[in-house]
């Protein structure tokens, strides 16, 4: 593509060189960079990409995004733009044709509950049709999955990404929008149809200074959708949300169990094999019956209904998607064993997700709670104590340990989750190393007791430094329920 016609509507201060040129690749990675590549610039939270020009020229870079003042290049296009990540969103939907006009992209903001939202409504969509998926698990563009880096991409990646969904035929994408996209202008220039907001609570403060500057971040969302929004109106920052958005020209859905809603669920009824309810909508009811435990669960199929209704999806489908869900990979993820050990590999790793995840294991618990869980590195230090307390509180044992210490000391994460344990109720243990953690845990565990694994669900490593280690909670337990099976 020429490169002027890649700069349309980028905010420019400078050209050096020539931009009549073609380009046939755009990369913000120097190592990545190919032919005839625009190479763009990113002063990072680690490196700084303009440390990279020489290594891009090595590749085949030709030209140049910048921010700050570099040595130029006789012979090589620079464009410096004062902002490089709005202008990266601008470029990549240049580059990749504004892909998102081709599909119907449902948005899904919020603490908890996204990545369940979008791994049911892609269960749904897909049964008649072809949905793209973009999330903490992955990134499905119609044909293929690879796992993912981030929440949501950068906005090259994601560009890209909804460049092969439409490519591939998809007509859906469902997506979700982190609260760090929405402030690193990572989905600037993605047009969104409709926009679902599930909760708000202590989550992020590393990166906000404070939960109003973090709802206010999320509530960007609902400004930029074409087709509809739905708010879970049960959450207070939902209702401070729908406050501000009720008089845009967008229609708004509310979604409850609570409050007078356009989505309800009555006479909801839970065990450890799903959720019941009576759905209402503004114009039919059904009953609905989803194998998923949790009272979280009735509100995120809630929010999924809402986004089907909005889309014309017959009811018939919806409940067939729900009914057949095969439920969501490391979110109350029971560890199959030919024992009788029930134990369940659970992403929770807020205050609001432990809550809710102890309470719906304690619904349907006959025995013991034993809980293992950690806080991560290098995120939310205010989270740590509070997390100790819930997990103290709901648990009969709660063993304190490592989850991705990243670059911090682990011992000093654990130190941060004691200042919420009250040390006169001896009911917690620390065991720093995770594996051994999972295996005392295992060992404590009698019939009928329910082990709950929780803070890493679906992931596969464990990031100790800079490195990311092997790690899976749920392969850990079963190896060492087999290994029981051998010494007994
Ligand atoms: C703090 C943060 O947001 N970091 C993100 C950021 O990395 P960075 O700015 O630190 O990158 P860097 O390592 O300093 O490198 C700067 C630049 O130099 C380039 N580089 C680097 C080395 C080299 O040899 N050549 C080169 O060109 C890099 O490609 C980059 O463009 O840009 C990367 C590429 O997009 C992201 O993957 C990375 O996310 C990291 C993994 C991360 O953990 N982010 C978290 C905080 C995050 O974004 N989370 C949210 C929310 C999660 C949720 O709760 O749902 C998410 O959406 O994932
Ligand atoms: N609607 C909800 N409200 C509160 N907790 C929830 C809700 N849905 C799921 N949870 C809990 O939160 C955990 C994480 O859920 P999920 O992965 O769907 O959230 P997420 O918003 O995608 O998280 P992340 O910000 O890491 O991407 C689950 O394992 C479960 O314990
Ligand atoms: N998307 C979340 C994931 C946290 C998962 C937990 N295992 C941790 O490492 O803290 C974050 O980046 O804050
Ligand atoms: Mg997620």
Redesign the pocket.
């Known amino acids: 593509m020429n490169l002027g016609k890649i700069l349309d509507n980028v905010d420019i201060l400078d050209i050096y060189g020539d931009i009549d040129i073609d380009i046939k690749s755009v990369e ?4 990545k960079v190919k032919n005839d590549g625009l190479f763009i610039c ?8 303009h440390m ?1 020009i020489n ?1 891009a020229i090595d590749n085949g870079a030709k030209a140049f995004l910048i921010s700050e003042d570099v040595h130029m290049v006789e012979g090589y296009t620079f464009i410096k733009v004062k902002d490089i990540k709005k202008s990266m969103a601008k470029i990549a939907s240049n580059f990749y044709n504004n892909p998102s006009e081709n599909l119907d992209i449902i948005g899904v903001t919020g603490t908890n509950g ?1 990545t369940s939202i979008t791994t049911f409504l892609s269960q749904i969509l897909n049964i008649d049709h072809k949905c793209g998926v973009i999330g ?1 698990i992955k990134i499905y563009d119609g044909i293929y999955e690879i796992p993912s ?6 906005s090259l990646d994601l560009q890209k990404s909804l460049y092969n969904m439409s490519k591939n035929k998809c007509e859906y994408c469902s997506m ?1 929008v ?4 929405l402030a ?1 202008n990572r989905i600037d220039g993605v047009d969104i149809k409709i926009g679902i907001f599930t909760n708000l609570t202590e ?2 403060l590393d ?1 906000h200074k404070n939960l109003d500057e973090y709802r206010n971040v999320k509530e960007q969302l609902f400004y930029k959708t074409s087709k509809a929004n739905i708010i879970n109106i049960d959450d207070e920052s939902g209702r401070i949300i729908l406050n501000h958005i009720k008089d845009l020209n967008t229609p708004y859905y509310t979604y409850g169990i609570e409050r007078d809603a356009d989505f309800m669920a009555k006479n909801i009824e839970m065990d450890s094999n799903g959720i019941y309810y009576t759905l209402v909508t503004p114009t039919y009811e059904a009953k609905i019956r989803v194998p998923v435990p949790g009272k979280f669960t009735v509100y995120n199929t809630l929010s999924v209904i809402g986004a089907c209704y909005v889309l014309n999806i017959p009811i018939e489908t919806i409940k067939k998607g729900l009914e057949n869900s095969e439920g969501i990979e490391g979110r109350f993820e029971l560890v199959k064993n030919d024992k009788e050990y029930n134990i369940i590999v659970d992403y929770a790793h807020t205050p609001d997700a432990l809550k809710n995840i102890l309470s719906a294991v304690k619904e349907f618990s006959k025995g013991k709670i034993i809980t293992v869980f950690g806080c991560g590195g290098d995120r939310d230090k205010q989270k740590r104590p509070i997390m100790g307390k819930i997990v103290q509180e709901n648990s009969d044992v709660a063993i304190i340990t490592s989850d991705n210490p990243r670059t911090e000391n682990p011992k000093e994460i654990i130190n941060d989750i004691l200042h919420g344990i009250n040390n006169k109720i001896n009911n917690y243990i620390v065991i720093e190393d995770r594996k051994k953690a999972i295996e005392k845990a295992i060992n404590i565990a009698k019939k009928n007791d329910i082990v709950l694994i929780a803070g890493k669900g679906h992931e596969t490593y464990q990031i100790i430094g800079k490195v990311k280690y092997d790690f899976d909670d749920r392969e850990i337990a079963k190896k060492f329920i087999d290994t029981i099976n051998i010494n007994n």
């Open positions: 913000f990675d120097s190592r990113v002063n990072g939270a680690n490196v700084n990409g990279f290594k996204k903490t880096q981030n929440t949501t991409p950068e979700e982190s609260s760090h996209s690193l989550d992020h990166f």
